[in-house]
């Protein structure tokens, strides 16, 4: 069984910053790509940034300059750090990582969801 559970979320006021984290936890052997999406009322999930096993990293137009990616491989974690946000940034953010493990082979994971709420 694999895991991943986000923390960090909160309440902000618009410009402020805030820190989400997402571990991984469970009969890991590796994993691929972790990426953060997002979901705000009424619209599909979207994907903000994506980091690779290797270091790349990829981030929704919105968010470039902003919001930065990164993970600690040896805790299996993945964090978002936000800064300069917006009340547009309001939404559900959802880890979702590419995971090899004993017993389920290699498949996708999401996480359970962190509210992150930017105040105007």
């Known amino acids: 069984q694999v895991q991943l559970v986000e923390s960090g979320g909160g309440l902000v006021q618009a410009g402020g910053s805030l820190r989400v984290s997402c571990v991984a936890s469970g009969s890991i052997i590796s994993i691929n790509s972790m990426r953060w999406y997002r979901q705000a009322p009424g619209k599909q999930r979207e994907l903000v940034a994506a980091m690779t096993s290797a270091g790349s990293t990829s981030y929704a137009d919105s968010v470039k300059g902003r919001f930065t990616i990164s993970r600690d491989n040896a805790k299996n974690t993945v964090y978002l750090q936000m800064n300069g946000l917006k009340p547009e940034d309001t939404a559900v953010y959802y880890c979702?990582?590419?995971?090899?493990?004993w017993g389920a082979g290699a498949r996708g994971y999401w996480g359970q969801g962190t509210q992150v709420t930017v105040s105007s």
């Open positions: 979702n990582a590419g995971v090899v493990s």
